[in-house]
């Protein structure tokens, strides 16, 4: 017991808070800070466990296939928060959209020092910007966000009663996944794709979906792909949808084998004619494809596939595995061509989605 | 019920010793319980005619608690009658990491009220009756995680417990007999603004235990015995009504080899809804070397099985009826001594003891293969535990001071002992959450009526990676008590100071989540003795 006091005088004279610590130091942001540091690379946002708020950013340098780990709190000496969800650049800035902090944290693309952090979103998932002072932004209950980025506020809200995931920017419009009431069960959830003018902010169409539309792209022919789940709990088989912006109809659909899961992250390659999503492993499909490919080009294999995206200038295929959620995870670096694993990087907890600087998207 | 009982809901008060029963000695209450049971018991006290009690505690962050208590009776008549009630705000401060400042807690609210009455009645040493009813009312807010987040959803959970148990044992001379049965009926409300949920689950449950005990047989000691349970629950959570029937036969046998020698045997085979569950036997024996020395060595033999609770198996979405029971098979064995001073103003005991478990086909909720946005629970974890216990308490009496001094070390590994791919690196690392090394340790110094005590605790650092690459530091709390009683007549008026977390450490016990520095506590209790 004397020991103990004693022990306990010691650790008591060490007045900082007792907090999470790393066996590996986290390794220094790259190159010389005063200099633009970020602008070559691709950020890896880690979702982090939810209510845990360990939410990280990684960085891959695209040179030196370099690995920085926890660039947000190195800069900022604190968290980044609870569940990052995604990440968009424009100019020299990042936002980073923390889902259960009901954030999006602004970045400075030099340091990554915060600039601002915008309040007041309702479980925000996804941006995307209109213009160099306009985006918008879904959340989970509620309303789409339209955020001010010279003011960096919610200026407005466009109602939508519905949980709204994905959004494409399709000239003035801006096509948004709906998946329909949070609080619903699969059957009573209105899957669709609202509509919305930017310039006026309205919802003027929408288009019917399968359950949980939850990602979409455009093709070269100026098509529309969205992916939808088919529910939480196989509610109905998973489809892969085309939609003609013109017509706004659904114009293709193809329904996926409920024995393999459900497909997610739904990516275009940088000529925009060949399809990537995960299913399992990772698929390949050209757009004029008649139907789906039986064949994965990347087999799982036990690995617990989770972010996929397409690097906008080489075109190759970037695949994190969240391993078993409970430690670090990995990025696959692989050949469009035949899947081959170029390059392995470890990366935080569940690496969920990817952001590539605006030098590697030209 | 649903998996597990809260124990902060239990108040400590309401029972007069709460056994632990670690490992296999678990087995003879029940099955499917890893870790141990935690089994409430009271006993009367047959020469008590009155005793009458009344508590109250006013405590740091808008923190109150009340506790009353009546026992009355004769020898062979005794009522036991208790009530507490507490509400607790919680308003600690603590500092944000997120915002850089001191901030209050909120939405930390917790009111608990209970009400329990047993009654025991002894027919000329060969009969016990004892009824007990015991009903819990506890409402709780859930606070937020610390994530720099100015969007709070309410999160609550509501807990009505009502329990009755009925008991009756027969004491003869070669043999005794003993049935209990129990009700227990269980509403929960949760809700959770954030995820929109609003669920209400009632649960009802009907235990029965029969055991017969044989002891005519010269150092032979023969123990059957049947358990029947019948599990009701509605919830808005699961697709129906679900239920649940369970046969437990069980089997005790004692043998005494010689002075030094004994041994137990317990087996035991469950029937769930007329599927028969693994067979689960359990072997131990305890050898004395010496006749004048207290010293004891045992070792156990055993295997167990956790079936999973009604949320692992039928909560909609989330739930997975497939499920198979956990295993877990495992040996321990430990040393115990312990001396008593002639004059009886002395004495120390001291154990030591080791386990090693095997625990397969773990229920781990984890995301499916292939649709990781849903998470079910899975058999999908094979976990390794050992560890080490070493306690020793002393007490002391030298003319009018009486010294009491626990201390409690324990060292336990726990590690994942099955990965999913290469890049899993998990294999042959500690749990998350575990600490490896716990030490707590009580010192009281009692004189004149005056105490004066500590209480020590380490937990070691608890990783938050499965791969062991991160982890929450290990933190030291000291609390401390001063208390005095005045002893007027047949009443006992007594006064307790209590300071937690006395160096006032800023720790996390889980990432994120705040908890209070220094705090303080104030109690008043007044009994009445005839």
Redesign the interface.
Known sequence: ?FV??I??LI??CS??????????PVSPPPGDTAKLSYKNGIFVINEGNL????ASITYIDNKTDSVYQDIFESANS??L??VAQSMKVLGNKGYII?N????VEVVSLKDFKTLA?I?????PRYLEFIDSTKAYVTNM?KNISVVDLKSMTIVKNIATPYWTENLLHYGQYMFVTCIGS??ESSANRKAQVYVIDTQSDMIIDSILMGKEPVSITVDRKNKIWVIC?GG???YEAPTLKRIDPVLMIVDKSFTFSVQ???P?RLCINPTADTLYYI??GVFQMPVSAGELPAEPLIP???????GLAIHPETGQVYVS????????G?IFKCSQANGQVLH?YKAG?IPGSFCFTPSSQK | MLGQSDLSQIPVSAFNEIEVLYGASGLTKTSGAFGGVVNLVTNPNWNNRIHASIAQTLASFDNYSTEAGFIAGSSSFQSNTRLNFSSARNTFPYYDDFTRETVTQHDASVLQYGITEEAFWKIKDKHLFTARVWYSYDDRDIPPVVAGSSTYYPQKMLNKTLRSILEYKLVMKTWNFSFKTAVVNQFMNYRNDSMFINNDHTYYSWFNTARFTYSRIKNLTIKPGVDYTYDYVKSDAYDGIKTRNTLGLYFEVGYKFNDHIKSQMILREDNIDGQFMPFIPSLGVEYKPFNKINLYINANAFRNYRYPSLNDLYWSVWGNPDLRPEYDNGLEGGLTYNYPSENGSFFVETAVSGYYSWMRDMIIWSPVPDNPSIWKPQNISEVNARGVEVSLNLKWKISKLHITFSNNYTFCRSTYQETTSAEDQSLGKQLIYIPENTYNGTLNLNCWNFLLGSNFTFVDKRYTSSDNQSYMPGYPLLNIIFGKEFILHKFVLSLQFKVNNLSNVDYQSVKNWPMPGRNYALTVRFEFNK
């Open positions: 017991m103990c006091f022990f306990l650790s008591g007045k900082d808070p007792i907090r999470e610590k790393t066996v590996d209510s845990w708020a360990n604190r968290d928060g609870d923390v259960n902090s009901n954030r952090s309040t007041g979103f309702n479980s209950k949070f609080n789940t939480y709990n196989n393999q899961g459900v997610s299913y399992g799982a294999n036990g690995h617990l596939f989770y595995d969240a391993v078993n959620y409970v430690q670090s990995y392995t907890r």
